[in-house]
Antibody
Framework: EVQLVQSGADVKKPGESLKISCKGY????????IAWVRQMPGKGLEWMGI????????KYSPSSQGQVTMSADKSITTAYLQWSSLKASDTAMYYC???????????WGQGTLVTVSS | DIVLTQSPDSLAVSLGERATINCKSS????????????LAWYQQKPGQPPKLLIS???TRASGVPDRFSGSGSGTDFTLTISSLQAEDVAVYYC??????????FGQGTKVEI
């Protein structure tokens, strides 16, 4: 069974760094793109970018470029999303998701809630 | 970037009645190597991640009830719930996955009873 299991919720202060994770189970992790999607409180879905764990090829949305870093370690079937200096406006639920053979997102992680508050 | 605009933003439908959600794209999402419409629909219930309902504009994902159907081509698409059930209360999003990233989402449509 395909599963994406994300790290738990986190509370940080502005300016702090953070790295959240997404571990894949039940499929060939290296051969499917992983997408990161942001959902701010009470809002819709925003595409942040994608990473191919096989070679760490990464494509960021214009709004995410320079704001976050996506990475992956295929040896432990885990993708990461990290911030070097968080802002209050980064408060959101972050989902990782697999881009399936149909090219749409076919499996989603449970989400990681990131709260940034002083 | 391709912009997707959904209508309406919300709708209230009686149990057993039809619900129709529209998604309009700022440019055609038809084509590519598959000559298909690169358009998906997702359902998000409160407190849950989204769930894929339909890909390629009209292909139901595995396990999705047949009361959900997708139609349209090019720039105009529709998600129809033929007979609304209580468990269908959710926010529905369209998404295009045509061409280069970002693979944008519509703003969402909230369906209530």
């Amino acid at each position: 069974e395909v599963q994406l299991v994300q790290s738990g919720a986190d509370v940080k202060k502005p300016g702090e760094s953070l790295k959240i994770s997404c571990k894949g189970y039940g499929y060939s992790f290296s051969t499917y793109w992983i997408a990161w999607v942001r959902q701010m409180p009470g809002k819709g879905l925003e595409w942040m970018g994608i990473i191919y764990p096989g070679d760490s090829d990464t494509k960021y949305s214009p709004s995410s470029q320079g704001q976050v870093t996506m990475s992956a370690d295929k040896s432990i079937t885990t993708a990461y999303l990290q911030w070097s200096s968080l802002k209050a406006s980064d408060t959101a639920m972050y989902y990782c998701a697999r881009i399936g053979p149909e090219r749409a997102v076919d499996f989603w992680g449970q989400g990681t809630l990131v709260t940034v508050s002083s | 970037d391709i912009v997707l605009t959904q209508s309406p933003d919300s709708l209230a439908v009686s149990l057993g009645e039809r619900a129709t959600i529209n998604c309009k794209s700022s440019q055609s999402v038809f084509g590519g190597p598959n000559n298909m419409n690169y358009l998906a629909w997702y359902q998000q219930k409160p407190g849950q991640p989204p769930k894929l309902l339909i890909s390629w504009a009209s292909t139901r994902a595995s396990g999705v009830p047949d009361r959900f159907s997708g139609s349209g081509s090019g720039t105009d698409f529709t998600l129809t719930i033929s007979s609304l059930q209580a468990e269908d209360v959710a926010v529905y999003y369209c998404q295009q996955y045509f061409g280069l990233p970002p693979k944008t989402f519509g703003q969402g449509t909230k369906v209530e009873i």
